[in-house]
């Protein structure tokens, strides 16, 4: 039995965010460094095509009844929505650093 193939739909934060790891791993390890995280933060992502559900319910209760959820993909952390046949990916971001700020904006 085959799975359903959801798509992805990066916001511009998301987008941002991303090329913003990328940029820091080449300034301080090279461009090795900096394609490789990309690679391993994407290709956990694209996993959400075929499990949608693979990633953890927000720990905050309105996020939550929402449908929110993150993904754990090594030290970055990767804010989502299923809707229907599409993923939407909101923030990526650094699990270590203080990101609940960045989530304001999904609460609407």
């Given amino acids: 039995m085959s799975q359903k193939e959801h798509s992805l739909q990066y ?12 940029q820091l791993h080449l ?3 090279g461009p090795i460094s900096a394609r490789k995280i990309t690679d391993r ?4 992502i694209d996993n959400l095509c075929t499990s949608p559900n693979i990633g953890i319910l927000c720990q905050d209760d309105r996020l939550a009844a929402m449908g929110y959820r993150y993904l754990i993909c090594g ?5 989502y929505r299923p809707i229907n046949d599409v993923i939407y ?3 990526v971001v650094d699990g ?3 990101y609940n700020k960045l989530l304001t904006d999904l609460q609407t």
């Fill in 11 to 22: 916001h511009d934060a998301a987008r941002e965010e991303l090329l913003a790891i990328a």
């Fill in 27 to 29: 300034q301080l390890v």
């Fill in 41 to 44: 933060i994407k290709g956990s």
């Fill in 75 to 79: 030290n970055y952390l990767c804010f």
């Fill in 89 to 91: 990916i909101y923030h």
């Fill in 96 to 98: 270590r650093t203080d």
